[in-house]
């Protein structure tokens, strides 16, 4: 089953102040950044703030992962916060552990950046590239161990030799899809099953666009070769998973394959026993999120 994205929106108070001549907003042709000053904040409350401002992700199931969305920006909503630093003002007025001071107040930089088109692309990004197969054809018929390629079109033609057998260049696709900040509790429990795998279903893209839809990949055309899982430490204290797909894409499929003077590739067969599919299909969206 795919991963499914449940989206809780921030709702978080600010009780603090902006301080004069914030926000400060800078721009470039890719984002916007802005930096947001909040003071007189009191100081026994900022452990609500890493949580409030910068959102989290949790899980409420295997296949379920819950993103907590960040706070927006209070001057433009279309940014989104990112990083914060917080810094004591005041007098230390105590202890409340050993080697802990309290103050009365604290203030917070907010850092915030233009937010993406979805909620997904929080946590998702895609690359496509391409890639190149090398094949040299074959050119005997199995009936004579005759060439099937010759260098003219009459029957008496002059065979092409094995030396000479044509090469050709097949045009593949790398499609790597990374998940950041996955939970632990969602980790594909058929990862390693699924590897080495060509997909049984349709595929989709979630932000790769082609003629102005989502990108589709066929059944049958997509192996998952590789794969990258990183561990790591979030803020809150939950370990979490970025996990990067390398999936390799050949649109006339990887059950195919290519015969004597025959540019297509084709369907083989084990005789009286149906075609032969040396990749074994599996349904690869239970790797992904939902389209």
């Known amino acids: ?29 890719d984002s916007g950044i802005a930096e947001c000053l909040y003071t007189e904040l009191p ?30 920006c209070p001057n433009w ?6 990083e914060i630093a917080f810094e004591p003002t005041g007098a230390a007025t105590g202890h409340n552990v050993p080697n802990q001071a309290v103050y009365d107040y604290a203030s917070i930089m907010a850092r915030y950046e233009t937010a993406p088109d979805e909620p997904l ?11 190149i197969e090398f094949l040299t054809l ?35 696709q790398q499609w790597e899809y990374t998940i950041t900040r996955l939970p632990e509790a969602c980790l594909p429990a058929n990862l390693g099953a699924h590897h080495g ?35 790591g430490m979030s803020w809150w204290g939950e370990r979490y998973y970025t996990i990067t797909y390398k999936f390799l894409v050949r649109p006339d499929g990887w059950n195919r394959f290519y015969r004597s003077g025959v540019v297509a590739p084709q369907q083989l067969y084990v005789r009286g026993a149906g075609a032969f ?15």
């Open 1 to 29: 089953m795919a991963l499914s994205l449940t989206i809780i929106p921030n709702t978080f108070a600010m009780s603090a102040l902006i301080a004069d001549g914030y926000p400060k907003t800078r721009a470039t042709m």
């Open 43 to 72: 100081w026994l409350a900022i452990e609500t703030y890493p949580e409030g401002l910068l959102g989290w992700v949790s899980s409420s199931s295997a296949t379920n992962v819950v993103l907590h969305m960040p706070h927006a």
């Open 77 to 82: 909503l279309d940014m989104l916060c990112t």
């Open 121 to 131: 692309e929080l946590l998702v990004s895609e690359r496509l590239t391409p890639a």
């Open 138 to 172: 074959p050119n005997k018929r199995p009936t004579d161990e005759l060439s099937a390629l010759t260098w003219d079109g009459n029957p008496w033609a002059v065979p092409a030799r094995d030396t000479e057998a044509p090469a050709r260049m097949i045009m593949l």
């Open 197 to 231: 795998k060509v997909n049984s279903a349709v595929m989709v893209s979630h932000s790769i666009k082609e003629a102005g839809a989502a990108k589709t990949f066929a059944a049958e055309t997509v192996l998952f070769g590789d794969y990258v899982l990183e561990d």
């Open 277 to 291: 599919n040396p990749y074994v299909l599996a349904d690869l969206n239970d790797l992904i999120f939902e389209a």
